[in-house]
């Protein structure tokens, strides 16, 4: 028995491919192939992915933070003003900066006179506004109403302190003590009863043992 064998075409594949076309129909071809390039092209429209929200073409907000306005710092204290007068060369009203001594007075008066009697002032007092700084000449007899003030405010007592009785003007005369812990001073007494001793102070909020040991001397109960 003889083996099978593939028959072989009785044409090529160009004669058959061209007998195909024209069964098929040229007309018929190119709508076909117009037809697959629409369906491709709708089936690609369906597929593709959608375009981004609106939303996702705007700019992102920072999360920058605003620049803090500078510190503006602690408020400035008001200037003293004071009256020089006695034994000094130019004798007025004269503004002082904060904090100023009896000596700043006099030398802002132009200074003292040849006559004057530098012993009978206390140079290192404070300032105090509204007062009058009188400096007496050697030998002067200061009256009474002018000794009382110079260079001290009348009100202020000459001896120690007394924290229990002590106005807020009078605490804060005192070295260290600004006008909050003066203010913590009176409403502790008010709060908690007076002081029995000066070391009691110690129950003051901002006074520890180095400013109880400076306050010590200067103020009783």
Not at 17 to 27: D, K, L, N, P
Request: proline residues 13%.
């Amino acid at each position: 028995m003889e083996p099978l064998s593939r028959p072989v075409p009785t044409s090529s594949l160009a004669e058959r491919a061209r007998a195909w076309i024209e069964w098929f129909g040229v007309g018929r071809l190119i709508a076909a192939s117009i037809a697959t390039v629409v369906v491709c092209g709708g089936a690609f429209w369906l597929l593709r992915m959608p375009p981004p929200p609106t939303e996702a073409s705007l700019p992102m907000a920072t999360t920058t933070s605003l620049p803090m306005p500078p510190p503006t710092g602690p408020p400035v204290a008001p200037t003293v003003m004071v009256h020089v007068a006695g034994s000094v060369l130019e004798p007025g009203v004269y503004e002082l900066l904060p904090g100023a001594r009896v000596r700043d007075a006099v030398v802002a008066a132009g200074g003292p006179t040849e006559s004057a009697d530098w012993n009978a002032v206390n140079l290192a007092a404070l300032a105090v506004d509204g007062t009058r700084i009188y400096v007496p000449a050697v030998g002067e007899l200061v009256p009474p109403e002018l000794a009382v003030i110079a260079g001290s405010d009348p009100d202020t007592p000459s001896g120690p302190v007394d924290v229990n009785r002590a106005t807020m003007e009078q605490l804060v005369e005192l070295p260290g003590v600004g006008p909050a812990t003066a203010t913590a001073i009176i409403a502790e007494r008010e709060g908690n009863g007076p002081f029995v001793s000066v070391d009691d102070l110690d129950r003051v909020p901002g006074i520890g043992p180095a400013k109880l040991a400076t306050l010590r001397d200067l103020v009783t109960t």
